[in-house]
């Protein structure tokens, strides 16, 4: 079967952190643009961040630069997302996709395959 699985999330502090973690089966995350993207309930959905296929290249939403990094194991067939100092503001479902492309994009429509999210949530 071939699917995207993000785990990691949960309930958090804000300043708090959680590594989210998307990983593959079923087919090769290897070559592959990954992104991250999360979900506010009644909000659209947004770019977080991307990795090109090799990692030489990131990309990160403005206001998580510096506190989010993702990350790519390809022998493991697995990206994560470290977040750190989180907020309120973004507690979300927190989605990974695949892009048939070698370098990431922004948008979601630059990614196919999509997971079915982990659940984030900021509380305080």
């Known amino acids: 079967q071939v699917q995207l699985v993000e785990s990691g999330g949960g309930l958090v502090q804000p300043g708090g952190s959680l590594r989210l973690s998307c990983a593959a089966s079923g087919f090769t995350l290897y070559g592959s643009a990954i992104g991250w993207f999360r979900q506010a309930p009644g909000k659209e959905r947004e770019f977080v961040a991307s990795i090109d296929w090799n990692g030489s290249g990131v990309r990160y939403r403005e206001s998580v630069r510096c506190r989010f990094t993702i990350s790519r194991v390809d022998a493991r067939n697995s990206v994560y997302l470290q977040m750190n100092s989180l907020n309120v503001e973004e507690t979300a479902i927190y989605h990974c996709?695949?892009?048939?492309?070698?370098?990431?994009?922004?948008?979601?429509?630059?990614?196919?395959?999509w997971g079915q999210g982990t659940q984030v949530t900021v509380y305080s």
């Open positions: 996709a695949t892009s048939d492309r070698h370098y990431g994009g922004a948008l979601p429509t630059d990614f196919g395959s």
